[in-house]
């Protein structure tokens, strides 16, 4: 699914949401796995859970983004959940209790006749934290030998050690998954900036910008006010207003082309933008300075 079609999409998946809600009061969320062929419709559908599950959007695209099996009555299934879900989410503060809370569990039910299989246990937590972190990407360069110590560590560290080195490895995934995921949404800030700096003058739209970086709308909107605290609007405006201040107290240009040079085609908008943001209309601007 290209770019277009993605964001039509959603946009038709928001519309139904909102149509859901007015007729029933009940808030609702959807998550939209990628197009594949009717045999694979299950990777889809798992794909749009994950993509539901990741995020708190109301709408979710797998593109946007990076079956359950019975337990044993006794097995912490919940906790389980918490601690990956806190390690996929970056959160490292609750990926090292919710570890702490599940190997304390495994030491007081199954360490006394089950040691073997706690260290088992122990060892497949962390292959599988770390995996998550390497789909991430935030643990760099996949090397087949890096992990070639862990057999002997499961093997000759006492519980207690054990314990210790677990939770470390825990957080430490979920840390290399929060930095990995704060750097790429700054460097999708970054390029956005870059692009909205080159291109103020233009009829610059949200939609714009995120099919630059190619991905969708909303996503872009989210992470853009979450690096810098204001909205693709507002940084636009501000920056179309600094220019519009330096061409007034630079040379002579007439209100209307300066107007038109930092993307406006209303004069009188951008006189109310102008007064708005600095108090005086821009030929007072211009006259006071």
């Not at 007015?22 to 299950?42: A, H, K, Q």
């Not at 704060?182 to 910008?209: C, F, G, P, Q």
Request: aromatic share 12%.
């Amino acid at each position: 699914m290209d770019y277009i079609d993605r964001v039509r999409v959603i946009d038709r998946v928001r519309r139904i949401i909102s149509r859901l809600k007015e007729e029933t009061g009940v808030n609702y969320r959807m998550g939209i796995g990628s197009v594949m062929p009717l045999s694979d419709m299950r990777t889809s559908y798992r794909e749009a859970l994950r993509s539901l599950c990741e995020n708190n959007e109301t709408v979710s695209h797998a593109d946007d983004l990076p079956v359950s099996c019975t337990y044993e009555q006794d097995y912490p299934i919940d906790l389980e959940k918490q601690l990956f879900d806190s390690v996929k989410n970056g959160n490292i503060r609750d990926a090292g209790l919710y570890a702490d809370q599940f190997f304390t569990w495994m030491e007081k039910t199954q360490a006394a006749n089950y040691e073997n299989n706690v260290r088992l246990k122990t060892i497949e937590f962390v292959l599988w934290a770390e995996h998550i972190a390497y789909q991430s990407g935030g643990l760099g360069l996949y090397r087949f030998t890096d992990r070639g110590d862990y057999l002997n560590i499961i093997s000759d560290y006492t519980i207690a050690e054990l314990h210790t080195w677990f939770v470390a490895k825990i957080r430490d995934a979920a840390e290399k998954i929060a930095d990995k995921a704060k750097s790429s949404a700054s460097n999708l800030t970054h390029r956005a900036k870059e692009y909205i700096d080159s291109h103020y003058s233009r009829d610059l739209s949200l939609d714009d910008v995120s099919r630059e970086l190619n991905i969708s709308p909303y996503y872009f909107s989210k992470i853009f006010k979450e690096e810098e605290g204001v909205t693709f609007i507002e940084y636009l405006t501000g920056i179309r207003l600094s220019h519009a201040k330096k061409l007034l107290t630079e040379n002579n240009l007439p209100v209307k082309e300066i107007c038109a040079a930092v993307g406006y085609q209303d004069p009188n908008y951008f006189s109310r933008l102008f007064r708005r943001s600095e108090g005086v209309s821009p030929t007072e601007y211009r006259e006071s300075r």
